[in-house]
């Protein structure tokens, strides 16, 4: 009997069709919610998880006795109770590589966002008050030749440092926990503590994973340490950032900007005042949406999971339980 498959994020068709092919899908791709019976009693049976984004917990964990695999579309896996997975022997998969650039790309597109006020400018022209040049008080801040400080400095932060080195002649200082000499033979990139780094840095952008030592990373003290001139970009995870304290640093001037692409709560609830302060730039956590990254994405979620319900080694295994699926 073919085993089972139970998806809790849309799939492009093709994809779907083609697990299909070897496996029973159970598609809720457009669920609401984890606790919908149907959506249970599918889950009793899967032997496969797909999906991305929602809190997978051991009481969700216990509703699946047969799971052997979760494929997350995610590179970040903050959603899921690794160490809980790997003593269940639960693989769990990921999707790197394949979202680095176009990620990186976000991160530009808000250090550049932000620097130049494209946004803030662009409504200016929208609302029809482009009636004279633009004056002083609508002047943005260089980009190029500027000191950029990566927070973390994996895969992406690699991406984004690249980009500003060599794209925008940028001077790259990061902070992580082990030092990068490939990068700072091929960038200049320099090593420095997190406060100094703050402290140096036209523009802050953190690209850690959400982790227990992450959490709050950013907060009052270390916005404080920030230049009144640097930008803050965030496409990491909301959390990493003290969202109340960025807030009052932003009214307060302690900072120039910040870019968010990332929220403690998403989506950004209504009352927040971050989409409408001037001085902020925030996207609906859009870092690796493109067709081409999220359809590559969904490709690797796909392989990853067939290789282990196939008992084979799957392309980004996250954790290495011991016990390997037969
Ligand atoms: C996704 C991400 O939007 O890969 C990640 O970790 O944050 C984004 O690429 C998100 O995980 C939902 O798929």
């Known amino acids: 009997m073919n085993k089972r498959i139970v998806v809790y994020r849309p799939l492009p068709e093709a994809l779907l069709d083609e697990l299909k092919r070897d496996f ?3 598609d809720f791709g457009h669920l609401e919610n984890f606790e919908d019976p149907v959506f249970r009693a599918a889950l009793a049976e899967a032997h496969g998880l797909i999906g991305a984004g929602r809190p997978i917990t ?20 903050d959603a899921y109770p690794v160490e809980e997975l790997t003593r269940r022997g639960i693989q769990l998969c990921h999707t790197p590589d394949v979202l680095t650039e176009t990620t990186a790309d976000t991160g530009f597109l808000l250090i550049m966002a932000t620097a130049r006020r494209a946004v803030e400018l662009a409504d200016v022209v929208r609302r029809g008050d482009w009636q004279a040049s633009i004056g002083g008080a609508h002047y943005g801040s260089d980009v190029h030749g500027k000191t950029l400080g990566m927070v973390g400095m994996g895969r992406i932060g690699a991406a ?15 902070s992580n926990a082990s030092p990068k000499p490939a990068l700072e033979d091929e960038l200049g990139a320099r090593r420095r503590e997190l406060d100094e780094l703050l402290a140096e840095a036209d523009f802050v952008c953190v690209t850690v994973p959400l982790s227990a030592e ?3 990373l950013i907060g009052e003290r270390e916005l404080g340490l920030m230049r009144d001139s640097a ?11 003290d969202e109340a304290a960025l807030i009052e640093a ?3 001037g302690r900072i120039r900007a910040a870019g968010l692409d990332v929220f403690e709560r998403e989506p950004l609830p209504a009352d927040s005042p971050l989409p409408h302060m001037a001085n902020v730039v925030a996207l609906p956590h859009i870092g690796s949406a493109t067709h081409e990254t999220r359809y590559a994405m969904a490709r690797r979620a796909v392989d990853n999971i067939r290789l282990v319900l196939a008992g084979k080694r799957p392309l980004s295994p996250f954790n290495a339980p011991a016990r390997t699926p037969a």
């Open 24 to 26: 029973h899908v159970d």
């Open 58 to 77: 051991a009481e969700l964990l216990d509703a699946a006795p047969r799971l052997e695999a979760i494929s997350s579309v995610s590179v970040g896996v």
């Open 160 to 174: 984004i440092a690249r980009r500003g080195a060599l794209g925008f002649g940028m001077r790259i200082l990061y």
């Open 214 to 216: 992450t959490e709050r």
């Open 231 to 241: 930008i803050l970009v965030n496409i990491a995870r909301g959390k990493v950032v």
């Open 250 to 252: 932003l009214k307060a």
